[in-house]
């Protein structure tokens, strides 16, 4: 019973890159939560997705971030043009399809990008 | 006032003594409250959630609620070195029909042999 699965696990990116980082959430889970962790700092939150929807996507910066859930493979949290202030753990989270209030996100074992 | 705080520690307790974790959160209508711990470039681990008032005990871990006076708090017993890790409290925000997780800043612990 797989868990939630990211890769990569590091990627190294230059300045006006492109960063892809994917997520595959828990079997049976149709939840999917992208955070990121800023060097020292604590967890914030960026989107919400469902199958083909965005559901809240507030947390994100307005430019250059994009995330996406598609019907058929896994969720993508997609950075145009990196920076070096996008260097951080950026963690994916699922939870099943009960809509409560107890849901539980498990997290994947994230993606470190560095910028250089 | 930030929505769900937590003493950043660092905290230090014997072996085999009492870690005393604690959160509070702004929000009087949360409802469920859950504690991660995070080990050094690890990802998050959920340890437990509690969403009734009072004590929920699973093994050595103890969490207690108080919504009333809106805190959260995580009791490890018999504490071992491999305790040591930050330990994170998230409580859920409501928006719309999200749930995103809003966690306090964490505690650092330190479990001396």
């Keep these: 019973n797989a868990g939630v699965m990211q890769n990569p696990r590091h990627?190294?990116?230059?300045?006006?890159?492109?960063?892809r980082l994917r997520c595959s959430p828990m079997k049976g889970h149709s939840h999917v939560y992208w955070y990121r962790q800023l060097p020292e700092e604590g967890l914030k939150?960026?989107?919400?997705?469902?199958?083909?929807?965005i559901i809240d996507e507030s947390g994100m910066p307005k430019e250059r971030f994009s995330a996406e859930f598609?019907?058929?493979?896994?969720?993508?949290?997609?950075?145009?043009?990196?920076?070096?202030?996008?260097?951080?753990?950026?963690?994916?989270?699922?939870?099943?399809?009960?809509?409560?209030?107890?849901?539980?996100?498990?997290?994947?074992?994230?993606?470190?990008?560095t910028v250089l | 006032q930030k929505e769900v705080e937590q003493n950043s520690g660092p905290l230090s307790v014997p072996e085999g003594a009492i870690a005393s974790l604690n959160c509070t959160y702004s929000d009087r209508g949360s409802q469920s409250f859950f504690w991660y711990r995070q080990y050094s470039g690890k990802s998050p681990e959920l340890i437990m959630?509690?969403?009734?008032?009072?004590?929920?005990?699973?093994?050595?871990?103890t969490a207690q609620l108080n919504k009333a006076s809106q805190y959260v708090s995580l009791l490890i017993r018999d504490?071992?070195?491999?305790?040591?890790?930050?330990?994170?409290?998230?409580?859920?925000?409501?928006?719309?029909?999200?749930?995103?997780l809003t966690f306090g800043s964490g505690t650092q612990l330190t479990v001396l042999p």
């Design chain 1, 11 to 19: 990627l190294v990116r230059r300045r006006g890159q492109e960063a």
């Design chain 1, 45 to 53: 939150f960026m989107v919400y997705l469902q199958k083909e929807n």
């Design chain 1, 70 to 113: 598609p019907k058929e493979g896994p969720s993508i949290l997609r950075i145009q043009q990196v920076v070096r202030g996008d260097s951080a753990a950026y963690f994916c989270a699922s939870s099943p399809l009960r809509g409560t209030s107890t849901d539980t996100q498990y997290f994947g074992p994230g993606t470190r990008l």
């Design chain 2, 49 to 61: 959630f509690i969403y009734s008032n009072g004590d929920k005990e699973d093994g050595r871990f």
């Design chain 2, 79 to 100: 504490s071992q070195p491999s305790d040591s890790a930050t330990y994170l409290c998230a409580v859920p925000q409501r928006v719309g029909s999200a749930r995103q």
